[in-house]
């Protein structure tokens, strides 16, 4: 099992362009979630999927666009990146079960120039 | 407004030297509180999932312990390889698909 696999592990934007993360799960969870790490600000909740065909806003979506494709693959868009969205995107996925841990990819990290 | 602290930011242990780590929570209701380790460059690899006041969970030298208002991790003995970043999280009952982080504590042991 590969776990949860992110794609492109580093990516290079400039201000307006647009871009694409994937993110795929092999453990056949119904929960999926973006997250961004910035320095001193901890783990921070961009969207998340409960199950296939929903998706939520959670405490920083603005800028981002989310799509659930399937139950295996969430993505995360930016549709016009600024500097703000430097960061570090990890996707997480849990079991359905109540209290069930997140497994977390190994990230992507953007730059917005 | 639910809430995890983590204290100390950064720590620097001897090898050998034990500690411990604080996470301190205010929720409404406690569903989960959990801990992960997280290596530079990598993404959180989850420790241990503690439920419910006066629960315990031990991995090799680490050692979780939970009351109604914090979390601590000690680590025992610790070595080298035990350097990190280790975050704590909770799940409220009010936000069923929600994980609340910490900022984290950057152990650093040196040999």
């Known amino acids: 099992n590969a776990g949860v696999t992110q794609t492109p592990k580093f990516q290079v934007l400039k201000t307006g362009q647009s871009m694409t993360l994937q993110c795929a799960q092999d453990m056949n969870h119904n929960s999926m979630y973006w997250y961004r790490q910035d320095p001193g600000m901890g783990l921070r909740l961009i969207y998340y999927?409960?199950?296939?065909?929903?998706?939520d806003k959670g405490e920083v979506p603005n800028g981002y666009n989310v799509s659930r494709l399937n139950k295996r693959e969430f993505s995360l868009r930016l549709e016009s990146a600024a500097p703000s969205q430097t960061s570090v995107y990890f996707c997480a996925s849990r079991a359905q079960r109540e209290g069930s841990e997140q497994f977390f990819g190994p990230g992507t990290r953007l730059t917005v120039l | 407004e639910d809430q995890v602290t983590q204290s100390p930011e950064a720590l620097r242990l001897q090898e050998g030297e034990s500690s411990s780590l604080n996470c301190s929570y205010t929720v409404s209701g406690l569903r989960g509180l959990f801990w992960y380790r997280q290596d530079p460059g990598k993404g959180p690899e989850f420790l241990f999932t503690l439920y419910s006041a006066g629960e315990e969970k031990e991995k090799e030298r680490l050692k979780a312990t939970l009351t109604k208002k914090e979390s601590f991790l000690h680590i025992t003995a610790p070595k080298p390889e035990d350097s990190a970043t280790y975050l704590c999280?909770?799940?409220?009952?009010?936000?069923?698909?929600?994980?609340?982080f910490g900022t984290g504590t950057r152990l650093k042991v040196l040999a």
């Open positions: 999280a909770v799940q409220a009952t009010s936000g069923t698909y929600k994980y609340i």
């Open positions: 999927s409960a199950s296939e065909g929903t998706t």
